[in-house]
């Protein structure tokens, strides 16, 4: 069974440029989240999708940071403009349901120099 | 949301059990005790939860204490491939998961 793909691992940006990442959950997978690491922290989530719509993004810095799910099942999020404070790895999970284990996939790292 | 504490790192003798404990005294009755782990570079990858009764799986054992105020994950037999960090959690129903620092075990060879 494939897993989460997310593209493009590695990123490196200007502050104030724009920067966008994709994630495929696994097939299937009702339940999409996004998570933002800083190095040395554990993950903390950004937003959830169930299907196609939002179920949590109250943790989402919605000036800058914008997500959308728009088929229920590929995902992008967004950062303009970025700010140095933004990097960080971007960790695309995926689960079965609203309650069920969820799948991570390897990460997006960004680096805004 | 309910806090856990976990201690920030652990060693362990590659072949030998391995312990990671983890405290959580503000648990309520509907959370359920996740544990996942983090290799290096990778994402975080489930490992096993529970809510009162202790679990096993393939890949480890999830013993909660009566109380329920603590547990502790048990690795039967480490192994260089299980160096990464452990993130104990509590989660009630659909509510996210919320990681702390967890606790990063070092497998010694």
């Known amino acids: 069974e494939a897993g989460v793909a997310q593209s493009p691992r590695y990123k490196i940006i200007e502050k104030r440029q724009s920067v966008a990442f994709w994630c495929n959950p696994i097939?299937?997978?009702?339940?999409l989240y996004w998570y933002q690491q800083i190095l040395g922290q554990g993950p903390k989530l950004l937003i959830q999708?169930?299907?196609?719509?939002?179920?949590?993004d109250s943790q989402l810095p919605k000036d800058r940071f914008s997500a959308e799910r728009l088929k229920g099942v590929d995902s992008t999020l967004k950062i303009q403009p970025a700010k140095l404070e933004d990097s960080a790895v971007y960790l695309c999970?995926?689960?079965?349901?609203?309650?069920?284990?969820?799948?991570f996939g390897e990460g997006s790292r960004l680096t805004v120099l | 949301d309910a806090k856990t504490t976990q201690p920030n790192s652990m060693e362990s003798n590659e072949e030998e059990p391995v312990h990671l404990p983890c405290n959580h005294s503000?648990?309520?009755?509907?959370?359920?005790i996740h544990w996942y782990r983090q290799l290096p570079s990778q994402g975080p990858e489930y490992v096993i939860h529970?809510?009162?009764s202790n679990v096993n799986n393939r890949m480890a054992s999830l013993a909660i204490a009566e109380d329920r105020k603590s547990s502790t994950l048990i690795l039967h037999r480490a192994t260089l491939r299980d160096a990464a960090v452990y993130y104990c959690?509590?989660?009630?129903?659909?509510?996210?998961?919320?990681f702390g620092t967890g606790t990063r075990l070092t497998v010694i060879p």
């Open positions: 529970g809510l009162t």
């Open positions: 999708f169930q299907n196609n719509g939002v179920v949590d």
């Open positions: 503000t648990i309520s009755g509907t959370d359920y």
């Open positions: 097939s299937g997978h009702a339940t």
């Open positions: 959690i509590l989660r009630e129903g659909a509510n996210n998961l919320f």
């Open positions: 999970a995926s689960s079965w349901s609203i309650t069920g284990e969820l799948f």
